[in-house]
């Protein structure tokens, strides 16, 4: 490395770095869902991989807050300053990740919108670089089932490209929710399912009762979507999400919300179904289909699955 030109370069980042921290609050806000105790052994995997970070990593498994936290996590640890344990969570560096304000971070977010190829083709030019400011330059893409096939095509080209000191992370559900050829060039890591101690709550509360109740009535469910005009793919994901944690909850035995327990006396051939149906309702949504079409779609395919039951001689 060059050392001297580096380090001018670093010290020039750092003066502007210091102008405007972003506050302790906001970082450990932005990574309180990485520290809990469930993704101690995902976070011990990661100090492992510290010395020679993958190229390209994938968090597979969890919630998607627990994913994308952990994401920022690793960029943390990455590029960390402070004393150990790392992240301190408290240098410049991990302020500026937890904020999203780091000059080698980079957040292509498919929580909000699906990624496109422009988003890839921005990003290319930087990536020929060395990082500005930390060890490492950090590309995260959030729930990256969200790209698009070109993009996707793109990223595999830029993969390929050499790419200096440059991390990867891909979030998503499942590894089969991504091209084969991307898993493949990449480390899996997968997150244990969230212990959710009873009913999921909020927005997820409020889609799993609806789901419940038109799995086993049906009704009630286009009531609620007809009331969720402006529901969009990203929060129709969350709903799958709902159905997805229950099909997870009954499978692992766990107590779960009003979905889990409606979904407890089916036989496990039934679930993969389940399973199935959702796979396809989340394919539909990345391929734009109208998300309220794609709900409904999938509510009355968990009805019929739940009345299969309760019709059993
Ligand atoms: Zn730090």
Redesign the pocket.
């Known amino acids: 490395m060059a050392a001297g030109k580096e380090s001018k370069k670093a010290g020039a980042a750092r003066s502007a770095a210091e102008v405007e921290l972003p506050g302790v609050e906001q970082a450990r806000a932005a990574l309180s869902s990485a520290l809990s105790s469930e993704l101690e052994r995902p976070r011990s995997l990661l100090y492992a991989m510290l010395e020679h970070p993958p190229q390209l990593l994938h968090l597979e498994g969890g919630d998607v807050s627990s994913r994308v936290s952990l994401a920022l996590w690793w960029a943390?640890l990455l590029n960390?300053?402070?004393p150990e344990p790392?992240?301190?969570?408290?240098?410049p560096?991990?302020l500026r990740t937890g904020a999203l304000m780091h000059p080698d971070l980079f957040l292509l977010d498919g929580r909000v919108s699906s990624i496109k190829i422009d988003d890839v083709r921005a990003l290319r030019p930087v990536l020929g670089e060395h990082p500005r400011f930390g060890r490492r330059r950090v590309v995260v893409l959030a729930e990256a089932q969200a790209l698009g096939v070109e993009a996707a095509n793109s990223l595999l080209k830029v993969l390929e490209d050499p790419c200096p000191d440059t991390c990867f992370v891909f979030t998503a559900p499942q590894r089969e929710r991504l091209l084969p050829t991307l898993v493949s060039r990449g480390w899996v890591i997968t997150l244990p399912w969230p212990q959710p101690g009873g009913a999921p709550s909020g927005e997820l509360g409020l889609w799993d009762q609806a789901l419940a109740r038109f799995a086993v009535e049906g009704r009630g469910w286009f009531d609620l979507s007809q009331l969720r005009n402006g529901l969009d793919a990203a929060k129709a994901q969350q709903v799958v999400l709902a159905g997805r944690k229950a099909l997870a909850d009954r499978l692992a035995g766990r107590e779960g919300g009003a979905l889990a327990a409606v979904f407890r006396p089916l036989p496990e051939a039934w679930l993969l179904e389940l399973d199935e149906l959702f796979s396809e309702t989340e394919d539909a949504l990345q391929a734009q289909v109208n998300p309220l079409l794609a709900l409904d779609a999938m509510a009355c395919g968990v009805h019929d699955v739940v009345r299969r039951t309760s019709s059993k001689p």
């Open positions: 943390a960390c300053e402070g790392r992240p301190c969570l408290e240098c560096a991990c």
